[in-house]
């Protein structure tokens, strides 16, 4: 579950989000980043199911890393943060350490499609990058029985490919919830 330094810091990176886009700044620019309701939802998600081993596939500013750190301190877990973009991550890192959650991040530079094959006995999986790219890293994750996958975007980008992909795997089950930009939870077969 999130503090109010959490909070604070969560406001602050989506402030600046919004003035991005009122200021028109050029897209490849911009920091994207998760809603503050999906980061209350996903750290107490995360907390509540007790998941250690996680992923995040595009950390960026940091947001979805506050709130996947916050719940890694609660299990004692931790948090694998995959992101392409250095600028991006450095401030991620600085604001982890400033909330004292760097023992439960473990940041890594580079394309995640490098680090997942490496990655096994996921518990939970945040998949929020390039969107063409979330079917791909969802067949190239290697999840425990029953983990957990959200992705985030799916009502804000109408990601009914990756909707529909989730929803024909074996024996999971995945919904749509309509918190933030949209958030498809699927839970893989036991
Ligand atoms: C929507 S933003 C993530 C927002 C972040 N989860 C948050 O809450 O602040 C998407 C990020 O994914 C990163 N990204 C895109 N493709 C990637 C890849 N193949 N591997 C790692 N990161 C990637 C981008 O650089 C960008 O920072």
């Not at 004692?76 to 991550?89: A, D, N, V, W, Y």
Request: aromatic fraction near 6%.
């Amino acid at each position: 579950m999130l503090n109010e330094s959490h909070r604070a810091e969560i406001q602050r990176l989506w402030a600046r989000k919004a003035h991005q886009e009122d200021a028109d700044v050029p897209f490849s620019e911009r920091h994207r980043n998760l809603a503050p309701a999906s980061a209350e939802f996903l750290s107490a998600l995360v907390s509540g199911i007790g998941a250690k081993k996680m992923v995040e596939i595009g950390g960026s500013s940091g947001i979805s890393t506050i709130a996947l750190a916050a719940a890694a301190q609660q299990t004692q877990g931790k948090l694998i943060s995959l992101e392409i973009e250095p600028i991006r991550q450095a401030e991620s890192k600085q604001t982890i350490a400033r909330l004292g959650l760097s023992e439960f991040v473990e940041f890594r530079l580079g394309d995640a499609a490098d680090a997942l094959p490496w990655l096994r006995d996921l518990e939970f999986v945040l998949i929020d990058c390039e969107k063409h790219d979330y079917i791909r890293f969802f067949d190239m994750l290697r999840l425990r029985p029953g983990a957990i996958v959200v992705a985030d975007n799916v009502l804000s980008h109408q990601l009914t490919g990756y909707v529909a992909h989730v929803r024909s795997q074996p024996r999971s089950i995945s919904v749509t919830l309509p918190i933030g930009q949209g958030l498809e939870l699927t839970r893989v077969a036991e």
